[in-house]
């Protein structure tokens, strides 16, 4: 049940401990202002920055921002390059403000098939980055969550072939520990925008009981008072986890 204070306002003793979103809509956006894909892009990293700020001034602990997807690797060699080329850029220019606001950022994805340079500089952000506490910014880069959960088979493996490991020992925690997002919570709240009403490869193991919400929103046009919106919805659902609706009332009041 909701508890919020005031119309509008969140109850911040309940926020998402960690929001996943699938950015979705730059090219509608572009498209329907006749201009080309990569400017939709361009100016989803501009939503990019509101949110992220909205998030870190909220206090939502983790933030997933899926920002290419290993099925994108598929798309044209210009809108590929324009997207690598606005990564590297929104880098360097938040680089200063992800410093003074302590934001950790990690990344999520096999970034081997990212060219170098941006690679390096999101390796070099991740190193400058990792004491800080305030928020985790995950960036889901050349990210599938099937290819994660076969990469994560295969650390497992390794480590059972190696004797390190009992295979009767593998359970949902040792699974939950071989993949990208180890030692992050579940996301509890997953937003897609653009209108689509699918998961496209994102954070399958760990969105198992995540609340979805879908905004017909382009994600360009996405802003903090939609973000709020989400929120809002996500606070007003109750989580059952299979229990029946009296057990789930009597967990939220303990
Ligand atoms: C999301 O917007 C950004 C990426 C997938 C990189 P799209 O580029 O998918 O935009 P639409 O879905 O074509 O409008
Ligand atoms: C999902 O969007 C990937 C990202 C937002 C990075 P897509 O536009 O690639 O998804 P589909 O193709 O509509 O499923
Ligand atoms: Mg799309």
Not at 144 to 173: K, Q, T
Request: net charge positive; hydrophobic share 40%; proline share 3%.
């Amino acid at each position: 049940m909701a508890r919020r204070t005031r119309r509008g306002a969140l109850d911040r003793g309940r926020l998402p401990r960690h929001i996943g979103i699938i950015m979705d809509g730059n090219g509608r956006w572009a498209t329907a202002r006749g201009l080309e894909r990569s400017r939709g892009h361009r100016a989803g990293s501009r939503a990019v920055r509101a949110v992220v700020r909205a998030c870190r001034r909220l206090g939502v602990p983790v933030l997933t921002l899926f920002a290419f997807s290993t099925e994108n690797w598929g798309r044209p060699r210009r809108e590929v390059q324009a997207l690598m080329e606005l990564l590297s850029e929104f880098i360097a220019r938040e680089w200063q403000e992800i410093m003074r606001r302590e934001i950790r950022v990690v990344h999520l994805g096999d970034l081997r098939r990212v060219p170098g340079e941006v690679r390096r500089q999101l390796l070099s952000l991740e190193r400058a980055t990792r004491h800080h506490r305030r928020m985790t910014l995950a960036l889901a880069l050349s990210y599938g969550s099937r290819e994660e959960m076969a990469r994560a088979c295969r650390r497992l493996a390794a480590r059972a072939a190696a004797g390190r490991l009992r295979p009767a020992a593998i359970g949902i925690d040792e699974v939950s520990a071989a993949l990208d997002t180890r030692g992050l919570p579940d996301p509890d709240l997953i937003i897609r925008t653009g209108g689509e009403l699918r998961l496209s490869n994102f954070l399958l193991w760990q969105g198992a009981y995540a609340e979805l919400f879908f905004s017909k929103r382009l994600w360009p046009d996405f802003t903090e008072s939609d973000l709020r919106a989400a929120i809002a919805d996500f606070q007003s659902r109750r989580r059952r986890f299979g229990l029946t609706d009296e057990q789930a009332e009597e967990r939220e009041r303990a």
